[in-house]
């Protein structure tokens, strides 16, 4: 009895050291995996998609709301919808899942009602004239880019109703130059005087992605495209290139908008401007005038000009994106160079109670970074989601 007593202690024996050595050595492979991972600057999808769908919901329980046939809706930005209706929906099929985000849904939602409510909704901005005028040609542009991006995301082979008269809106709110009248508070880089240029890229990918939209285009449509076109052309010699770059992207949407010459001669300045490290700045992207004419130019608050300085996500992202959709290869130095920055600069985040993963960018104008008035928690991460929406669009367009 007792030798099997003592042989069963020692196969349990042997039977434990075996586990511990199994085990230990599975602990080993893991952690050598993820610093594998790690040295290889692969990203995370699930948490840019997670940051990203939480940031949506973020900015629809704080933006304003705005007075919509019987109801409410939540005004539209540029740093936070524009860029998430342009990156979700690509990268949730880049993770295998075809249906629309709970924000996707709403979003899309909110914006029908807009559109239906054309004639009696409340502007973006309606404390002087001025204001309504340039929040009316901001909103049917916001409103176009939306629902088409919606049904280029869906696969219609035409455009739902809601988008038909969101382009019809769009359309009859054109400036005889090809613009639209655009929100102007002396913020760059979107809110700003130069920020007309930027909106009519919006408007020209808007009509690119259209369904059908090279087929069976009624006279007047050509007509309407043609001064988008000819104030685009016009205009880009004088532009950022932050708007260049947004041109670029506009570009591969709207044919004839930009010769080869041009996107290449482009890509030689951009390179210019790239840092050591691979990223590009925002900062560096200008001039930014803040609505300035004469210089020297200077923003509306304090700004920490040695985080602008450095390479962040939105500009990466931004240039990265647009040369990979205009045709340049990946394995382009300046392009390599680029997404291997993307690759390894997305990080945990924590604000207020949030955790996130993400890519970062700083607004122009304003220290947000450090609290004070203007860096609410909220408000503090505007423009980082800018930086995770390209960074991944970039990212998916080069894996």
Known sequence: ??????????IVS?????????????????????????????????GAAKYLDDRMDIW???????????????CVSCHTTVPYIIARPVLRRAMEINAATPQEARLIEETTRRVENYSTRQPLYDHSESKKIESRGTEVVLNALILTSADAAQNRRVPSGATQEALKQMWEMQ????????????????????????????AAIAVGIVPGSTEN???????????????????????????????LLASTRLNGSM??????????????RQHDDGGWALNSLGPWRWNGTVAPFRPPGTRDVSILE??????????????????????????????????????????SEHGWQAWRAHSLNFDREH?????????????????????????VASD
């Open 1 to 10: 009895m007792l030798v099997i007593k003592t042989r069963f202690i020692s």
């Open 14 to 46: 042997i039977l434990c050291f075996v586990i511990i050595v199994f085990y230990s050595g599975f602990i080993a492979r893991r952690g050598d995996a993820q610093e594998t991972r790690s040295r290889s600057g692969s990203w995370e999808r699930e």
């Open 60 to 74: 629809f329980a704080n933006a304003k709301k705005l007075r919509t046939g019987q109801t409410e809706t939540m």
């Open 175 to 202: 400036r005889a130059d090809g613009a639209w009248d655009w929100l102007n508070f002396g913020l760059e880089p979107f809110e700003s005087i130069d920020g007309a240029y930027y909106g009519a890229t919006l």
């Open 217 to 247: 285009k009624p006279a007047e449509k050509d007509a309407n495209i043609e001064r988008l076109r000819a104030y685009l052309k016009e205009k880009y010699d004088s532009q950022s290139l932050f708007n260049r770059a947004w041109m």
């Open 259 to 272: 010769t080869r010459q041009q996107q290449e001669a482009l890509l030689k300045e951009i390179q210019g």
């Open 310 to 351: 450095q390479s962040d996500g939105y500009a990466t992202g931004l240039i990265v994106y647009a040369l990979r959709q205009a045709g340049f290869p990946a394995s382009h130095p300046a392009l390599n160079k680029g997404i291997n920055w993307l690759r390894s600069n997305q990080h945990k985040v924590q604000v």
């Open 371 to 395: 609290g004070g008035e203007k860096g609410e928690p909220w408000r503090r991460m505007f423009m980082s989601d800018s930086a995770t929406a390209f960074a991944a669009l970039a990212l």
